[in-house]
């Protein structure tokens, strides 16, 4: 079963990340849209997708959830640009202060992966 890792933007600009199973993520946009479950975005309505991707396994999706939940706001808006430079540039910084947040991109911009270790690398798909 597919997973994803998405990001939406809210009424008030702040990001909420989450992973959702299945093969379509409108089911659960909607659900933020009407307020359907208690949480960030709630009272923060309407909330816009800004970045999505999908996932073969749900523990990968999650693992990348926890990792980009993480993140502070510039990588995050790297991420949901396709900055794949910013994003080296972020995570090398972060990578200084918390190992455990920094990424690899490989050279052609393709988006993080996580491994069955729970560490990032290249995505095969791009």
Partial sequence: ???????????????????????????????????????????????????????ERITDAIAMERRVKGWSRAKKEALIQSDWDRLKQLAKRSHLQDETSSIMIDEHGSTPMLDDAGCCTPSASS
């Fill in 1 to 55: 079963m597919n997973a994803f890792v998405y990001i939406l933007r809210c009424a008030d600009n702040s990001y909420y990340v989450g992973s959702a199973r299945g093969t379509s993520l409108d089911k659960r946009i909607g659900e933020h849209q009407a307020g359907t479950y208690p949480g960030h975005t709630r009272q923060r309505r309407p909330v816009t997708l800004v970045y999505a991707e999908m996932f």
